[in-house]
């Protein structure tokens, strides 16, 4: 398969406190991208980071990319009972096809 | 609004019987593709275009057609249903420039195959 994989598969946190989840995915890529699912509804897209780039920031968001391990993680600090939702990591390689490669995703369930 | 319409949003439907699901976008957006979920295996990708008249597959792309005649039109063509084809699809766009664009989200069509 060519997904990406996100762990943990599913994460329980109290307000307030930072979730962490991570991707890792399997080819050379152009940049990598996060969304946001809320129960059944469409994607929203949260951050990009591109290849040449480390690390970013939005908000309450922080991604960190290492392309020598291919992987990322997303960083939700001070989560709220709102951020409950689907996180999914998204790649597009760098030349060729331009697909998209979606990860298998982490559930995230922010407990007031 | 900037929005990527799906129509319809739920359909239930028997094996065999051909359908289309509509997707359009008001972005001017070069960018178009189809994914499908399921439970367990994240979203997948159906069916890309880069521009009018220019479409590829993804990685799933078996019993489903596409066409891309106008920019703003993607629609997904399952010419002979079957059950396993079951599925939360959607239609996303984005800018093609040089790959580093977000894609937009329809709300998503639920398929029921019986």
């Known amino acids: 398969s060519q997904q990406g994989e996100e762990d943990p598969q599913a994460l329980s946190i109290q307000e307030g406190e930072n979730a962490t989840m991570n991707c890792s995915y399997k080819?050379?890529?152009?940049?990598l991208q996060w969304y946001r699912q809320n129960s059944g509804r469409g994607l929203v897209h949260l951050i990009l980071?591109?290849?040449?780039?480390r690390e970013k920031h939005s908000g309450r968001l922080r991604v960190t990319l290492d392309t020598s391990k291919k992987s990322s993680s997303l960083l939700i600090t001070a989560s709220r009972a709102a951020d409950t939702a689907s996180y999914f990591c998204?790649?597009?390689?760098?030349?060729?096809?331009?697909?998209?490669?979606f990860g298998t995703g982490t559930r995230l369930k922010v407990l007031a | 609004e900037a929005q990527v319409t799906q129509n319809p949003r739920y359909l239930i439907t028997v094996t065999g019987k051909k359908l289309t699901v509509t997707c359009s976008q008001n972005?001017?957006?070069?960018?178009m593709s189809w994914y499908r979920q399921d439970p367990g295996l994240g979203l997948r990708q159906i069916y890309y275009?880069?521009?009018?008249?220019?479409?590829d597959k993804g990685d799933v792309p078996e019993g489903y057609k596409v066409s891309r005649k106008e920019k703003r039109n993607f629609p997904l063509i399952l010419e002979s249903p079957s059950p396993n084809q079951t599925s939360l699809y959607f239609c996303?766009?984005?800018?093609?420039?040089?790959?580093?664009?977000?894609?937009?989200f329809g709300p998503g069509t639920r398929l029921t195959v019986t």
């Open positions: 275009s880069m521009n009018v008249e220019v479409t």
């Open positions: 980071i591109r290849s040449n780039e």
């Open positions: 998204a790649t597009v390689r760098k030349t060729g096809t331009y697909k998209y490669i």
């Open positions: 972005m001017n957006h070069e960018y």
């Open positions: 996303a766009s984005s800018q093609q420039g040089q790959r580093n664009y977000e894609q937009y």
């Open positions: 080819t050379s890529i152009n940049n």
